[in-house]
């Protein structure tokens, strides 16, 4: 047996666990829900076979194909205004606080993360009702004279999201601006250029990547999310995840539930596929 052999197959060996794990539990359970994906229901019964009728209904129902959309449109949201918000916080904390007190600024960001996901939403919820800090707030400055309707609503949806994705977000920036080296500011200023020509051609393009990495969690995390727009949201604006449980809970429609599932699983799917598109063509 030769040495490249040998390191294959103890390649091979390393790998294999983590190879089985993988295929026990992601992809049978993925194989197994696209071919019940297929089946239909008759009464209570499912009924297997080869019928892509519940692709048909997602893409003709107005309200699944409404369920689909707004989940696309409050994630588009939450990721913009998120990148937004967090990228000015990452450079605050990887360019004007001192070395000594980075530690502390970050463990300030990621304090969210310490708290239930569930304790989260709902402190959400009593912040944004019409009793809520916010309308109490406003009411005592006169700004308005009626409280308003912000919780159960797509706004209190969003920004819950945008409270928890921030702070990822200002993670992943922040770990690419740290890696930044001075001299590429300095040679930018030794050839002219003003803060904003330094940031748009130099500091953006070579921080990209992280700010990529991070919106594509965000991505991922807020189109797949649940709990937040059942809470915050309520019932009023259906979104895909919800519709899936609606379907698993009340209706017991499993087939219509997992070809759902398998919509939701191909837009990541190509929100990844664009977003590793777009980081090969960076770094040519």
């Excluded at 409404?66 to 605050?92: C, G, H, M, R």
């Excluded at 999201?161 to 001299?183: C, D, E, G, K």
């Amino acid at each position: 047996m030769t040495l490249e052999t040998a390191e294959r197959r103890m390649g091979w060996g390393l790998v294999a666990p983590a190879l089985l794990w993988t295929a026990a539990f992601f992809v049978l359970p993925f194989v197994a829900m696209v071919a019940l994906s297929f089946a239909h229901m008759e009464g209570r019964e499912v009924v297997r076979g080869f019928d892509p009728g519940n692709y048909v209904r997602i893409f003709t129902d107005w309200t699944m194909l409404k369920a689909l959309l707004n989940s696309l449109e409050i994630t588009v949201v939450v990721t913009a205004v998120s990148v937004v918000l967090a990228y000015p916080l990452a450079a605050i904390i990887a360019f004007r606080v001192p070395a000594r007190w980075q530690r502390l600024a970050l463990l300030l960001a990621v304090l969210p993360f310490w708290t239930s996901y569930v304790v989260r939403s709902y402190s959400w919820l009593l912040v944004l009702g019409q009793n809520g800090v916010v309308n109490k707030a406003l009411l005592g400055l006169g700004v308005i004279a009626e409280p308003l309707e912000i919780a159960s609503t797509r706004a209190a949806t969003v920004i819950g999201f945008v409270h928890f994705f921030v702070m990822l977000l200002t993670l992943t920036i922040y770990a690419n601006l740290i890696q930044l080296s001075p001299n590429y500011a300095r040679a930018a200023a030794d050839l002219g250029a003003g803060r904003w020509a330094t940031f748009r051609h130099v500091i953006l393009p070579l921080t990209l990547p992280g700010v990529v990495t991070g919106a594509f969690l965000t991505f991922v995390l807020c189109i797949g999310d649940y709990i937040t727009p059942q809470i915050l949201g309520g019932n009023n604006e259906l979104t895909l995840p919800q519709l899936i449980m609606l379907q698993l809970g009340r209706s017991g429609n499993f087939p219509l539930a997992s070809a759902l599932s398998v919509v939701l699983m191909a837009v990541v799917t190509l929100a990844y596929f664009a977003s590793s598109r777009w980081l090969r063509l960076d770094r040519v």
